[in-house]
């Protein structure tokens, strides 16, 4: 028998994640000098981690040969005082694509639904997949997400409603009156996961605090790896009703993150300085980006989190050329938009090099 008959069904057909491109991988492909290769890929932080995570995250290394507190208490007390919720309103994860996943244990199964838009962040179909349950997409409206048409594709079979606002390739937001419609509008077995992974980009992002205090059936989930620049540390959290969120930490290994993102993580939310920072750079980078593309001609979705998602024609050959040049984007062609190129906002000077190297690859 060969491990292929052995295995789970549906393992071998499981689709496989598709990262940006690391940019050792790329020198070593094209042969380029890494230290000259810029990652526009993966909407990371272009200003690295915040200096006060850092500093802890080096000191939290000398106690590596301890366990973490499996309870992740020091976090969930500080998340908790910040959001003004009870501690047992938190569930820590590794990154949160892993309560993604946690989820999918927790309620999903063959015969079960998952209601997403149709190019949206890919973890969610590849979670829906994993435990069996079905994908039930929902097309796009000029590349707007349209929640009147995701709550009607709701059915009895349905677990999972998954949202993000802004959302990632996409760009598009939605604001906070059409969630709580779309929430109104779920039946009580169905369960919104709304993404909230760059709404600290956003001003005036949606609160759902008060649909979870009323007892709506809603989950949120947020993460380090984007304006705390932490993505390489990998944490993220959950916030919900206490009832939901210990079914999910059942789901839950004992360590699931390391004390040093753990660590890492506390600082950051103290290092508002930093954070001020890159949501100013960043809104300025949005901004030197859109004006840059415009005056090339090339069709974006305006952005409203530390990306673009840039009309470029032939998505593969511009992703091909600006690589050639050192610049990693991410193409989108996996998500049925082969047209386009999701750009991250990097510094001031990578954004430059950036639209220069487009310009040359759009004449060429
Ligand atoms: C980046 C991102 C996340 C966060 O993933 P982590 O696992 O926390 O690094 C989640 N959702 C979306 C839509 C994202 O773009």
Redesign the pocket.
């Known amino acids: 028998m060969t491990f292929a008959e052995l295995a789970n069904p549906g393992i071998l057909t499981q689709p496989v994640y598709e990262a940006g491109k690391p940019i050792d991988q790329v020198a070593r492909e094209l042969g380029l000098d890494p230290a000259g290769i810029i990652k526009l890929a993966s909407?990371e932080n272009p200003f690295g981690p915040s200096p006060k995570a850092l500093a802890a995250a080096e000191r939290a290394l000398r106690e590596a040969h301890l366990y973490p507190d499996g309870g992740y208490y020091a976090l969930r007390h500080k998340l908790a005082e910040k959001w003004s919720l009870g501690m047992d309103q938190f569930i820590i994860g590794d990154?949160?694509?892993?309560i993604i996943e946690l989820l999918g244990h927790a309620f999903l199964a063959p015969g079960r639904e998952c209601v997403m838009f149709q190019s949206s962040?890919v973890?969610y179909k590849l979670v829906t997949i994993m435990f069996g349950a079905t994908t039930v997409e929902v097309p796009l409206t000029d590349m707007r997400q349209d929640l009147k048409a995701l709550a009607a594709a709701v059915t009895p079979r349905t677990r999972l409603v998954f949202l993000?606002s802004p959302a990632?390739p996409v760009g598009a937001s939605n604001t906070g009156a059409e969630i709580v419609e779309l929430v109104r509008a779920l039946p009580p077995h169905a369960i919104l996961v709304f993404?909230e992974?760059?709404a600290e980009y956003v001003e005036n992002a949606p609160d759902l605090r008060p649909l979870i205090a009323e007892g709506r059936k809603v989950i949120c989930?947020r993460?380090?790896?984007?304006v705390y620049g932490l993505?390489s540390l990998?944490v993220?959290y959950g916030y919900g009703a206490a009832e939901l969120i210990a079914i999910v930490q059942r789901a839950r290994q004992p360590f699931n993150v390391n004390a040093i993102a753990v660590a890492a993580a506390v600082a950051a939310l103290d290092d508002h300085e930093f954070v001020a920072k890159c949501l100013r750079e960043n809104r300025a980078g949005l901004a030197q980006l859109e004006a840059g593309l415009t005056k090339l001609g090339v069709g974006f979705v305006p952005g409203t989190g530390n990306f673009l998602l840039a009309k470029v024609g032939d998505g593969t050959r511009v992703f091909g050329g600006l690589q050639q040049r050192g610049i990693i984007t991410r193409p989108v062609k996996p998500y049925g938009l082969p047209e386009w190129l999701r750009l991250t906002v990097g510094t001031h000077a990578q954004n430059e090099r950036l639209l220069g190297a487009l310009a040359e690859v759009l004449r060429g």
Do not use: H, Q
């Open positions: 909407n990154g949160s694509n892993e962040f973890v993000a990632n993404d992974a760059y989930l993460t380090f790896s984007k993505a990998r993220g």
